[in-house]
Every structure is written in C-alpha cells, then in structure tokens.
C-alpha cells in the first residue's frame, strides 16, 4: 500500500476535514485554553493559600519544608487567639481602615465621575487646555505632593487624623497611591463612547446636565464606576506611606500600619505567626468587595470596547 506525503498547501487547502474532526480539534483547543488558565490561576492563587492554611496551623509547623498546602488534623485558631488576646488593637485598626477606604473611595469616585463628565459632554473655554495639564500631571509622582500637603494639613488642624486622608480623597485630588487625574480619565473616555443621540434626546426632552448626568450617564457608566471603586477601595485598603507620615497615634492607625507593629524586630516565631494571621484577615474584605462586584468589573472591559 502506498501512502502519499505530500502535504503541499494546494493539497492541503483541497482536503475538508469532517466534522467530526472539526469538532475533535475544537475541544482540544477549549481543553488547552482551559489548561492553561487553571496553571495561571494556581500560581496566583498558591500564596494565598499558603498564607491561610499557615495561619491555621500551630508555630512550630508554620514554616516547615517541604511546604504544607493543606492544614492538618493538629490545626487550630492558635494564632488567631494569640492576636486577639495581644495588646494589639486590631479590631480598631479593620475599623479605622474600613471608614478611611469607604469615604476615599465615595468621595474619589463620586467626584472624578463628575469631573470626567464635565469633560466629556459639557463646553466651557480652555476645556482641552486643562484637560492637557491634568494629563501632564499624571507624569508627577504623588510623592513629591506630599510635603505641601502636609504643612496645608498641619495648618488645618487635621494631622494625626483620618481626615488628612480622606480630605483629599473627597475633593478627589487623589487617593492614596493614585491620581485623581486617573479617575478622570477612565471615566471621560468612558463617557465619549455612549452615542449622542442619548443626549440630543434628553436635551429635547428639556433636560439639563444634572438631570442628563444623574439620569443617563450615571446609569450607564455603572461598570465603570464599580471597577474605578475596587480599585480605588483595594489602594486605599492596601497604602501604608500615607499612614505611616499623617497619623501617629495608635488609635488612628490603620491595618497596614499596625500590622508592621505585631512584627517582633528579633523575628520571634510567634509574633510572625500572628502577622500571617492578621494578614490573613485584612486580605478578606478586599477579596469580598471584590466578589461582590466583579460582574460589573467584567462589564466594564467588555465595554470598553464597544464604541458608542
């Protein structure tokens, strides 16, 4: 018996595959595409659960090699209940990080919303002018903001308190680690995109900008804003530089602040334990804003390109 190679591209191009073929190389494609996702997920999720399951376990077992993933018959709330009972405050540092994330990330988004409407929809001179500077601006590290935006603090009285964080927050000058320019700009891109004829109609209908903002734009952009306020939650949840230079006492400190104040500077075992615990445990309300909300964040990228 004879069998020909020749796979020449006219060759090639004359043979038609089943379709029961087609659909074999189909479902090997979906079975590799799915293969690989799960190897990314559980590199990315592997230290996340080494972190909980060492929180679960006894001291002497946290660090021991090889790795254990899972935890044992011997795991318990040891660190847990040593954190607890420590002198540590960290049932006030959650709540302190709770309200400084929450009105951040309100007063952050609420005011770069409308800001990025303003410079999507509204005419008013030198529009495109402060526009251009607000995106030089993005160029400047936040950083070098933070020596005059502590002596205007100092001279506000609001040193030491929560309010020299959220102050700016909900002026939406920035949130900590973040530009307030980014949130414009996410949010006048996104509104460039919804088609005209929205607003040419409500115009006819005698509607205004507040009206037209809060009743179309708002609504629709509703993705958006859910992914501007993760994101804006999980930095502000997440920053300890601005922190660690506005607030001082013990009672205004945050969870990223305190934490570091459990650390034992000899490395005592003990204390390490509880730091993974206490970790453990500032890790979950980011992780349920984020399960709360990742419908509309995965709406937003399908938005996004979409051009109205």
Known sequence: MHISWDMTPARLSARRLSPETRAMISRLRTALIYVVLGLGALVMVAPFLWMFTTSFRP?????????????????????????LASDVPIGRFFWNSTVLATS???????????????????????KNALFALLLVSLMVP??????????????????????????????????????????????RQFFLTLPKDLFEAARVDNAGHFRTFWSIAVPLAGPQIAALSVIIFTMTWNDYFMPLIFLNS???????????????????????????????????????????????????????????
């Open 142 to 187: 936040i950083q070098t903001t933070l020596v005059p935006l502590f002596l205007l603090m100092r001279w506000l009285g609001l040193v030491d308190s929560q309010w020299s964080i959220i102050v700016p927050g909900l002026t939406g000058a920035f949130a900590p680690g973040m530009s307030g320019v980014f949130g414009i700009f996410l949010m």
């Open 250 to 308: 013990v009672n205004q400190m945050v969870l990223p602040v305190g934490i570091m104040s459990i650390r034992d500077p000899v490395g005592n075992s003990s204390a390490t334990s509880e730091v993974i615990a206490a970790v453990s445990l500032s890790i979950l309300p980011v992780l349920l804003v984020f399960l709360v909300a990742q419908r509309w964040i995965i709406d937003s990228f399908v938005r996004a390109g979409v051009k109205g």
């Open 59 to 83: 001291v002497a077992e946290a660090f021991t090699l090889p790795a254990r993933w899972l935890p044992g018959l011997d795991s318990g709330l040891e660190s847990y209940r040593r954190l």
């Open 104 to 126: 951040v990330t309100l007063g952050y988004v609420a005011t770069t919303t409308i800001a990025g409407y303003a410079f999507a929809r509204l005419r008013f001179p030198l």
